[in-house]
């Protein structure tokens, strides 16, 4: 249970960093919404990309 | 939270309705007394908890390294001791044995001189006492003859009535008497 | 009643004493949360000290529990960020144990769970990765910036995995943080409903009857909520070792 919350965390942290970046992104250049959707996008691989590799399925990038 | 700021008041701040967690109106507060309380944490582990464990678990990994070396030095002196041991007792055992062997053999030598004497004693004896016998033979034989004689010419004379020449009977006697006999 | 089922009622802070000072807007005011997080660094540096105070070759029970608690956090730092990353043993050895006894401290009767505000662990979680990214440019300069670029890449992909590695590297703390406080949040809010439905059902005539049922899921969940206590303290030290490590290594 723990594994599997840990890699839900990691995929919705994922989004929210993405979505958040994207709102302040827009907030700072009046772009609403488009860099919500395209950092939400971007967030949503970053949240997949996580899962990955907490999931051990790609190799951490760190080694 | 501005309006509870009367006296120690027991009662929360449900004037906001907010979710708890997430009323930003305590972040402020909050977030100060955490930097307070992990501040002081971190000093204290960083300054004073920890390197006394550190120094604990390394003065016990160096007398566990200290325990352990000494124990092999007395271990590598007990087994040259004992090998010293073994040693000595292996080179006492062989020069024993070569003691007894020597003197069992000197004795086996003694032994056997004094036998091959005895035995040289006992073959002189032995030829002297079967010369006395061959000489005792010879004399009792010749007195044999003598006897013979003497009978022969006191039985001839009985009988005949006359005394025969000594030399006659003596013939005659030599006649009778097997040569191997006289001799 | 209503008041006792109530499951959010626990996570309210009170207020005790007036207000100490104001900085800015924000009023200084003791909460029953500092108490637990003044109390938590004293029973923590209490329990260090006196475990130490012998300094004992044959450790007692408290120094082996010190003893225990050092060499298992070491050991979470050496493997997961490496052998250099013991210099930052201190911090983690003190967010493992302030984490770990506030979780536990939450699931005392009537006990508040500090961590289940999420304005503390994000707070932790920020130092966490502030402490990442000032010493990876400290020690690495720009090439620290190299941790968002995986080697032996095409660049056409690097347009791409560029802003990723960057979003996957933010929402670091975002999921340190709310991984911690949801876990708490959610654990206490079940225990407190089912508690709650235990009691309502006890009061409810006839229904009483299978109140144990209740009973017995809320004694699973509180064993449950133990280990996750210990659990996610735990979790909380491996991944800020992990992080440390890019601060460490950030090349490839």
């Excluded at chain 1, 989004?15 to 996008?41: E, K």
């Excluded at chain 3, 010493?135 to 032996?152: N, Q, W």
């Excluded at chain 3, 659990?231 to 460490?248: E, N, R």
């Amino acid at each position: 249970m723990g594994k599997a919350f840990r890699l839900s965390s990691e995929f919705i942290a994922g989004v929210i960093a993405g979505a958040g970046l994207g709102w302040g992104f827009d907030a700072l250049l009046g772009t609403r919404p488009w860099g919500m959707i395209v950092l939400m996008m971007l967030g949503f691989g970053a949240g997949i990309w996580n899962v990955m590799r907490a999931s051990g399925f790609v190799r951490p990038p760190n080694g | 939270m501005a309006q509870t700021t009367t006296a120690s008041t027991e009662h929360p701040a449900e004037a906001h309705g907010n979710f708890p967690p997430f009323d930003s109106h305590s972040f402020g507060n909050q977030l100060l007394w955490l930097a307070l309380a992990f501040g002081a944490l971190y000093v204290l582990m960083s300054k004073v908890a920890l390197p006394r464990v550190a120094a604990i678990l390394e003065e016990r990994h160096n007398r566990v390294a200290d325990d352990l070396a000494q124990a092999a030095k007395l271990k590598s002196e007990t087994d040259a001791a004992i090998e010293a041991y073994e040693k000595a007792l292996a080179d006492a055992k062989a020069k024993a044995q070569a003691i007894a062997g020597e003197t069992r053999d000197k004795l086996a030598a003694e032994t056997d001189a004094r036998r091959r004497a005895l035995e040289a004693d006992l073959h002189v004896k032995l030829a002297e006492a079967e010369r006395q016998i061959v000489d005792g033979k010879t004399k009792a034989m010749g007195n044999v003859r003598g006897i013979a004689v003497d009978t022969a010419l006191a039985i001839v004379e009985r009988l005949v009535g006359k005394t025969p020449s000594a030399d006659e009977v003596d013939a005659a006697v030599g006649r009778a008497l097997p040569a191997s006999q006289v001799q | 009643m209503a008041e006792k089922i109530d499951p959010i009622h626990q996570f309210q802070l009170v207020k005790i004493g007036q207000p100490l000072f104001h900085i800015g807007g924000t009023e200084v005011v003791l909460t029953q949360s500092s108490l637990y997080m003044i109390g938590a660094v004293a029973l923590i540096t209490i329990v260090m000290l006196m475990g130490t105070a012998g300094r004992s070759l044959v450790p007692g029970r408290l120094q082996s529990l010190v003893e225990v608690m050092y060499e298992f956090v070491a050991s979470t730092v050496r493997s997961s960020a490496g052998h250099d990353g013991m210099k930052f043993f201190p911090l983690v050895f003190s967010l493992f144990m302030f984490v770990l006894v506030l979780n536990l401290a939450g699931m005392m009767p009537y006990g508040f769970t500090v961590t289940s505000h999420i304005i503390i662990t994000a707070a932790l979680a920020v130092l966490v990765i502030l402490t990442v990214i000032i010493y990876g440019f400290m020690k690495h300069g720009l090439r620290f910036l190299g941790l968002f670029a995986p080697s032996g890449m095409h660049p056409v992909m690097l347009v791409i995995l560029v802003p990723i590695e960057v979003i996957s590297f933010i929402s670091r703390p975002i999921s340190l943080s709310v991984r911690l406080f949801a876990n708490m949040l959610a654990g206490h809010i079940a225990l407190k409903i089912f508690a709650g439905f235990v009691v309502t059902l006890l009061g409810a005539g006839l229904w009483g009857i299978i109140s144990p049922l209740p009973l017995a899921l809320a004694v699973a969940l509180t064993a449950l909520e133990f280990l996750v206590a210990v659990l996610q303290a735990y979790v909380f030290a491996t991944l800020t070792s992990i992080y440390l490590h890019d601060a460490l290594h950030p090349g490839h």
